[in-house]
């Protein structure tokens, strides 16, 4: 059984529905329009876009050829994208009802529990994701994966954003990202970096989010630091 659940804090309010853990709906108060696109749309129908607003995984994105090397020995997942993995394979993360385990006025959590095995990926993992509304206008989502044996896990969030009433109004991202991973046919990276410099992936001044800006990966840092601010989007 699917089931909503509304939460709200300061000016900020959200609606999320256990099934995928979808962030459906987010809005603020005096702003006439929610902020994020299709927000009545479930995951796992066959829809322009059937992840809409879940969390993706247990490995968001690509992974080439359906496998990958795991504490020496190699994995094979569920290929749904042609010979490659795309956010977990079918049945992953967006596709499950989750647990609701904590739901207050300003917060709701859910777990996922997912089996060794599951989907090809090893580890008896348990997930959890808190959506947590804070005044004045704050809406922070906290995931966490605990596993009994070494695997794969990257998470995500996979809402589309409109801050105008108008989803094909224009958006403009600021991001100090330096460099962009460059992508092969498939959407897959290469492994090689490229300077953002005079490409559509830009955004160090800001920049308009359209037609050719999508499925890119910006990177942010090559070494491991503290959380920071990493980009603001204006409509």
């Known amino acids: 059984m699917t089931d909503s659940f509304d939460i709200a804090d300061g000016q ?5 529905r256990s099934l995928g853990a979808v962030l459906q709906e987010v809005r603020l108060i005096g702003v006439g329009h929610g902020l994020t696109i299709d927000a009545g749309a479930p995951p796992g129908l066959a829809t322009a876009r059937p992840y809409h607003g879940a969390i993706v995984g247990p490995v968001a994105n690509r992974i080439a050829a359906a496998s990958a090397g795991i504490a020496g020995l190699t994995h094979r997942f569920t290929a749904n994208e042609g010979a490659n993995t795309l956010h977990g394979g079918a049945g992953a993360t967006h596709d499950r ?14 777990e996922l529990g997912l089996g060794h095995g599951d989907g090809g990926f090893p580890g008896n993992r348990r997930i959890t994701a808190t959506y947590l509304a804070e005044p004045p ?17 990257n998470l995500a969030n996979h809402s589309y954003w409109q801050l105008g009433p108008d989803p ?3 958006q403009t991202l600021t991001c100090p990202a330096e460099t962009t991973l460059v992508l092969d046919a498939a959407k897959l990276p290469t492994g090689q970096t490229e300077p953002v410099s005079g490409s559509a992936c830009d955004f160090r001044q800001g920049a308009p989010v359209g037609q050719g800006r999508f ?5 942010l840092t090559m070494a491991r630091r503290r959380l920071t601010h990493a980009a603001t989007l204006r409509g």
């Open 168 to 170: 094909a109004g224009l």
């Open 12 to 16: 900020v309010s959200a609606r999320i």
């Open 137 to 153: 206008a704050s809406l922070t989502l906290t995931i966490r994966t605990e596993t009994d044996a070494p695997t794969l896990a």
């Open 215 to 219: 499925d890119n990966y910006l990177c």
């Open 97 to 110: 009802v989750w647990q609701i385990t904590d739901h207050r006025p300003d917060r709701v959590t859910l």
